[in-house]
């Protein structure tokens, strides 16, 4: 009897032994992979579809590449970090709503919730453009960054909800990956809730829309930051490289992965 006994427990002591050592694994497999920016399974990763903002079926999703149009061999061929992109999808006649295109937002409900509008700083983005967006909408058929926000303004106290809409020049290059387009120095933005004098019919640069919401109120805070599209025309391509503020978001296949340069 004691001899069996005997046996059970070496073999519990090996199971454990295994158990430790396979715990071990995947403890330094995880730890490999966040160090590699594709999931980092030890903190949480807010960021994805925001399920309120998305119409119809379109995609917003983490991928590989691209890698440039054929024919693309110099670095604009690939994603301008890592390997990976936010890769986006909308369609213009898809559903029964008026207007019948789709529309989505990719981002984050979590993390930005509260900041100080004034404090947004440094924005922008990398996109890879495409000949066939441009012929679908013209060259400024691109997507955009929106924060949804409380305007806290002293004028409109009731009124608690707008987004901030940044629309982009033209890209410079097309079928392959742009450099940085800077948010803040191009392109125009505006209101949704026409709060102030910047609406989408009387486009802003970015300074000026920070200073129409700075009118003796609370100040205004976001709720949200987010890369989208639509609702207007169909555009299939990718985005990399969120800038906000010190941040660089990484979009790749695992996750999205902060880069700071502070």
Known sequence: MSARCGVIRGKALVVTALAAVVASTLSGSVSAVADEGYGDQ???????VITRNTIGSPVADLRNGPFGSFGVTDSSG???YGR???GIAVADRSTSLSPSSEKVDFGNEVDFFGDPVQGLQRLGF???????NVGYGGVENMPNIRFEIDPNLGALPADNYSTMVWVPDASPVTNRWSPFIDATSTGYWYLTGNETTCTQAAECT???LKTSLNDGGAGATVYTAAVG???DYMWIGAVDGLRINQNVYDFETGGVR???DD
């Open 229 to 231: 599209k639509g609702r």
């Open 42 to 48: 030890a903190r949480p990763d807010h960021w994805g």
């Open 258 to 260: 902060t880069r700071s």
């Open 126 to 132: 990398h996109v890879f453009q495409t000949g066939e």
């Open 78 to 80: 690939r994603p301008p």
């Open 206 to 208: 970015f300074e000026e």
């Open 84 to 86: 990976g992109s936010l």
